[in-house]
């Protein structure tokens, strides 16, 4: 008999996305015209076409791989050196951050990352999620036992939940018990919240006092505007020791249909066997990779080095200014129709407070039903999401100028 994995059976009831995607199903179905006129402002996908510099560099790749000299069967599965190093001194060593090429693991997304780390890292980890938070960094947890059951608001046993209120502008802070193992993501999503440094190294002395490991997810790092705010953990002192970070293409270069992304795992990192020896991560993040991933494609990580080039780089601007400009248009929407909205300045999305008398589904329905506009309810994000919402900012200008005008229309 084969016995399948009971910790699948913890999960709630559908992923978010997927719950989201079956009621717009349901909705357009029902509702054929209003259908025709659906702006989905939920799932944070990007809308523009890929920069054309990474046009121009998929299009030499693909003619490469149909000459024999110049063709690429199976390539180095923590990514290709030209990459590597492309991103260590543009990404880091360009500001000052001691990151070396081979530190560097490229990989298809960050969401995949972020849950196949938990494969170099112990069951015996106290895991501290902020709250509201990804959906993948709970789950993915779940899904390897490290957690109890859910109670009836949908919180895990066994995890640490860290607080993301309005209080404490959505940036949750160290907690009085031990962790072993954070999750930060900062520019946040959902809520847009970006940690300041001295938030980051409180986290970072936190870290280091109780030798847990930050994993921290700077997807949306790109779109940080305001100076002072850190756009890597390796901004803070100390957290070469502490502190894995995650980085996407996805969002800055339009990479979420093609697919490329990468994981810094520093050398100084350590963590402690069952014996209570430490050892490095590195070498295992190494030994995972070349056993269970056999690499982005060529083509890809050619693309993705294009976005380092001169046009490349100013392409990528153009992409981040049309939707962080969508998102002003959307803040200035949300606080026209008298809701409380946080986010739009530092991240793609604004975090808006339901009408009182509202859940966040109930908003979701309403929003669907009346402005014919998806949103993300907050309480798929855990707990402390409940009473707010999550709109993308991307979109074409037209439709966040429109979605704006609907929301000011609703009748709460």
């Given at each position: 008999?084969?016995?399948?994995?009971?910790?699948?059976?913890?999960?709630?009831?559908?992923?978010?996305?997927?719950?989201?995607g079956?009621?717009?199903?349901?909705?357009t179905?029902?509702?054929?015209?209003?259908?025709?006129?659906l702006?989905?402002?939920?799932?944070?996908?990007?809308?523009?076409?890929?920069p054309?510099?990474?046009i121009?560099?998929?299009?030499?790749?693909?003619?490469?791989?149909g000459?024999?000299?110049?063709?690429?069967?199976?390539?180095?599965?923590?990514?290709?050196?030209?990459?590597?190093?492309?991103?260590a001194?543009n990404?880091?060593?360009?500001?000052?951050?001691?990151?070396?090429?081979?530190?560097?693991?490229?990989?298809?997304?960050?969401k995949?990352?972020?849950?196949?780390?938990?494969d170099?890292?112990?069951?015996?980890?106290?895991?501290?999620?902020?709250?509201?938070?990804?959906?993948?960094?709970?789950?993915?947890?779940?899904m390897?036992?490290h957690?109890?059951?859910?109670?009836?608001?949908?919180?895990?046993a066994?995890?640490?939940?860290?607080?993301?209120?309005?209080?404490?502008g959505?940036?949750?802070?160290?907690?009085?018990?031990?962790?072993?193992v954070?999750?930060?993501?900062?520019?946040?999503?959902?809520?847009?919240?970006?940690?300041?440094?001295?938030?980051?190294?409180?986290?970072?002395?936190?870290?280091?006092?109780?030798?847990?490991?930050?994993?921290?997810?700077?997807?949306?790092?790109?779109?940080?505007?305001e100076?002072?705010?850190?756009?890597?953990?390796?901004?803070?002192?100390?957290?070469?020791?502490?502190a894995i970070?995650?980085?996407?293409?996805?969002?800055?270069?339009?990479?979420?249909?093609?697919?490329?992304?990468?994981?810094?795992?520093?050398?100084?990192?350590?963590?402690?066997?069952?014996?209570?020896?430490?050892?490095?991560?590195?070498?295992?993040?190494?030994?995972?990779?070349?056993?269970?991933?056999?690499?982005?494609?060529?083509i890809?990580?050619?693309a993705?080095?294009?976005?380092?080039?001169?046009?490349?780089?100013?392409?990528?601007?153009?992409?981040?200014?049309?939707?962080?400009?969508?998102?002003?248009?959307l803040?200035?929407g949300?606080?026209?129709?008298?809701l409380?909205?946080?986010?739009?300045?530092?991240?793609?999305?604004?975090?808006?407070?339901?009408?009182?008398?509202?859940?966040?589904?109930?908003?979701?329905?309403?929003?669907?039903?009346?402005?014919?506009?998806?949103?993300?309810p907050?309480?798929g994000?855990?707990?402390?999401?409940?009473g707010?919402?999550?709109?993308?900012?991307?979109?074409?200008?037209?439709?966040a100028?429109?979605?704006a005008?609907?929301?000011?229309?609703?009748?709460?």
């Amino acid at each position: 008999m084969a016995f399948l994995n009971d910790n699948y059976l913890k999960l709630k009831a559908g992923y978010l996305f997927p719950e989201i995607g079956r009621r717009v199903k349901a909705f357009t179905e029902a509702n054929p015209d209003a259908a025709k006129r659906l702006i989905r402002c939920g799932i944070g996908d990007v809308t523009e076409p890929l920069p054309p510099a990474v046009i121009a560099a998929l299009h030499k790749a693909v003619d490469e791989m149909g000459e024999r000299s110049t063709f690429r069967g199976y390539g180095p599965e923590q990514g290709h050196d030209f990459l590597r190093a492309a991103i260590a001194q543009n990404d880091y060593r360009a500001h000052g951050l001691d990151v070396a090429d081979d530190e560097i693991f490229v990989s298809d997304g960050s969401k995949c990352d972020c849950g196949a780390i938990l494969d170099i890292l112990g069951d015996r980890n106290v895991v501290a999620i902020s709250d509201p938070v990804y959906p993948v960094y709970v789950d993915t947890n779940v899904m390897v036992g490290h957690t109890g059951d859910a109670d009836a608001n949908g919180a895990y046993a066994g995890l640490v939940y860290l607080p993301c209120t309005a209080q404490n502008g959505f940036i949750p802070e160290p907690p009085k018990e031990h962790a072993d193992v954070i999750y930060l993501c900062s520019p946040n999503n959902p809520t847009g919240a970006a940690a300041t440094r001295a938030q980051l190294e409180a986290w970072v002395s936190y870290a280091l006092a109780h030798k847990a490991v930050i994993l921290f997810d700077a997807a949306y790092e790109a779109y940080i505007s305001e100076p002072g705010i850190p756009h890597s953990i390796y901004e803070i002192p100390g957290a070469r020791e502490c502190a894995i970070e995650f980085r996407s293409f996805s969002k800055n270069g339009g990479f979420t249909g093609t697919r490329c992304a990468f994981t810094v795992v520093p050398k100084t990192l350590h963590a402690t066997t069952a014996g209570g020896e430490s050892k490095p991560l590195h070498p295992l993040w190494n030994r995972r990779m070349s056993t269970k991933f056999n690499g982005v494609s060529y083509i890809v990580q050619r693309a993705a080095e294009a976005l380092y080039s001169p046009e490349g780089k100013q392409q990528v601007r153009g992409l981040i200014e049309h939707y962080m400009g969508n998102a002003k248009v959307l803040v200035a929407g949300a606080k026209a129709a008298g809701l409380t909205v946080f986010g739009g300045v530092n991240a793609p999305y604004i975090w808006v407070g339901t009408p009182a008398g509202h859940t966040s589904w109930q908003a979701f329905d309403k929003i669907l039903g009346e402005a014919n506009v998806v949103i993300t309810p907050g309480s798929g994000f855990g707990s402390k999401g409940e009473g707010w919402f999550r709109v993308s900012a991307f979109n074409s200008r037209a439709n966040a100028e429109e979605v704006a005008r609907r929301i000011q229309a609703l009748k709460w």
